[in-house]
């Protein structure tokens, strides 16, 4: 695989792991930084499977290009490729092999990675940027699904150019998860949508949603028998909801929790409110993370429901995390999300 060579950096902005020793602002907890990070903003991270030996790390950015590092035990990083699309890389995600990338962009195409061969090809076409995309294993089919603001939620062979099936959302759609046989889907207009995998995709259930802002994150948590059984949804508004398919109780099971935060939970006093960017849960505890454009990032336990851990401050929103498949590192990228217009100083 080609190396990247040298890269400016952007700013003070840089995907980092437990264990560093750099002391400025930018990095307050002396996290490790991942050597030649992008040189925008990145928008998403996806660490290589259980069935991949070593770790590796994928970064999209909005420099439209996606990344792969080797992360060695000792949390240092080796730059090992890269590949670029025409408009900024949105998500990406990985085969269950470990073989291939998957990257979804604003340029309206998704991509095949070939990490073997260091070749992509163009998988998937939509009318408008590709938001989300993920790899499918089902007994009978494999495929990837792409979610696009051009109001669609797509399925696709990676021998085709034409999709296997084409589901119509009720808006663009912001984020989605999956965990077979379980895919959630948020859209704009607070629209949330269920779909069960099995035999071939379909729609399972819509819910009206928990939170009362535009959604920006979701993420899929597993019970005791590692099966999917509910999923966590974020809001602009610093809130996440937990919310399971099919609870018991569902007015005692179900809630909502408040996050990132300008002064925590005390409501006597104004608030800054920041968008909760991403939710990450731990593959081994089932913890969650979520970072936010506050530039923090919080460990909670939903079950106990108690708040775990809080970072220090970093100087720049917090735009996007990730476990291993072990849950024993943590990765997460801080960039500006332009939250606060072009200027991030404003």
Known sequence: MSLFGTTSGFGTS??????????????????????????????CLSFSPPTLPGNFLIAGSWANDVRCWEVQDSGQTIPKAQQMHT????????????????????DKTAKMWDLNSNQAIQIAQHDAPVKTIHW?????????????????LKFWDTRSSNPMMVLQLPERCYCADVIYPMAVVATAERGLIVYQLESQPSEFRRIESPLKHQHRCVAI??????????????????????????????????????????????????????AVNGIAFHPVHG?????????????WDKDARTKLKTSEQLDQPIAACCFNHNGNIFAYASSYDWSKALSPRL
């Open 287 to 299: 913890t969650l993370a979520t970072v936010g454009s506050d530039g923090r990032f919080s460990f």
């Open 136 to 152: 499918i294993k089902a007994p009978n089919y494999s495929c990837v699904m792409t979610g696009s603001w051009d109001k669609t």
């Open 14 to 43: 840089g995907t980092s792991m437990f264990g560093s020793t750099t002391t400025d602002n930018h990095n307050p907890m002396k996290d490790i930084e991942v050597t030649s990070s992008p040189d925008d903003s990145i928008g």
């Open 87 to 106: 408009g900024p890389v949105l998500d990406v995600c990985w085969s269950d092999d470990g073989s291939k990338v998957f990257t979804a962009s604003c």
């Open 221 to 274: 948590f597993k019970d005791k028998q590692n099966k999917p059984t509910g999923f966590a949804l974020g809001s602009i508004e610093g809130r996440v909801a937990i919310h399971y398919i099919n609870p018991p109780n569902p007015a005692k099971d179900n809630f909502t929790f408040k996050c990132h935060r300008s002064n925590g939970t005390n409501t006597s006093a104004p608030q800054d409110i920041y």
